[in-house]
């Protein structure tokens, strides 16, 4: 019972920050149908510019909590300023083209992105442990949990309520969801989709920054964190339908599951075990769990 709790509570934490780095993945999809690989470069820069802000702030000897307010502020100052710089920029001028394309340039810009980050700051790593032991502990028995770790669990049901909400019971929402079943005749009612695209891509630039700031205090922020991450995200979209909000919630806790089984069981298997999720699930849902039905043009 006391390792299927542990592989219980591990699972639901690394499943609820695989759903908080996806989710701005599976909205770009969505409503843009661009693969964004570009994606993992927004996580590099949320966990870069949230140590480097931390470290400053804690130096300083400024309130200790303060330092949650920072990471926030750290993944909106990158989503709004990459996000518009990047969909304004480059990717607008790639609407209607093939989708294989987009990946590629997009992709291209990843690979820029990672030499940006070790122009700006370097090699070496960055710590910002500080936030990560300002929530203490939780004790179960024998199990110690970190208070931070459990946090995520919450954060990331905030994002999906949120998220939910946004998209059923709000006027933005509904205009959007237009535009997700059809661009065009959405613009042909006068709803700017334009300016729905920019909106929608600044947002997932913001939730995959938002990934990379909360996971600053939980490792050491390097050069080449974006890859491991991009490849996990992409998995987790994968295996819960392209664009599907729902899907990537239970592709998340399905990986995140399976991950600490494996971890706790047969360690010899973690790194595997997640393309056999997904793979298996591709092997008989080829579009993933929750695919969207595609309305046939006739």
């Not at 006068?190 to 909360?214: E, P, Q, S, Y």
């Amino acid at each position: 019972m006391l390792t299927a709790f542990a592989i219980l509570v591990d699972g639901l934490v690394f499943a609820s920050w695989l759903f908080i780095v996806a989710l701005g993945l599976t909205l770009i999809f969505g409503v843009m149908k661009i693969l964004n690989v570009a994606h993992g470069s927004f996580y590099a820069f949320g966990a870069y510019v949230a140590a480097n802000a931390i470290g400053v702030y804690y130096e300083a000897g400024l309130p200790p909590l303060g330092g949650f307010a920072l990471m926030a502020g750290a993944a909106l100052v990158v989503g709004v300023v990459l996000g518009t710089a990047l969909e304004r920029g480059l990717l607008r001028f790639m609407y209607g083209r093939d989708e294989v394309l987009t990946a590629l340039v997009t992709f291209a810009v990843f690979l820029m992105m990672e030499d940006v980050i070790i122009l700006v700051w370097g090699a070496d790593p960055f710590f910002a442990y500080q936030p990560y032991g300002l929530l203490g502990v939780t004790e179960a028995g024998p199990l110690v949990l970190s208070n931070y770790d459990l946090s995520l669990i919450g954060l990331a049901f905030t994002l999906c309520a949120v998220t939910w909400w946004v998209l059923n019971r709000t006027r933005q929402g509904r205009l959007l969801i237009a535009v997700i079943h059809d661009r065009e005749l959405a613009a042909a009612f006068g709803i700017n989709v334009t300016r729905m695209f920019t909106l929608t891509f600044v947002i997932g630039a913001m939730l995959g920054a938002l990934g990379g700031a909360v996971t600053a205090p939980m490792i050491s922020v390097t050069p080449g964190i974006g890859v491991e991450v991009i490849v996990l995200a992409f998995a987790i979209v994968v295996i819960g339908g392209m664009g599907s909000i729902w899907g990537a919630v239970i592709g998340a806790v399905v990986v995140g599951v399976s991950r600490a089984a494996a971890v706790h069981l047969l360690p010899q298997v973690e790194l595997f075990v997640i393309y056999a999720v997904m793979a298996l699930v591709l092997a008989f849902r080829p579009e993933g769990l929750f695919s969207r039905a595609q309305a046939r043009k006739i």
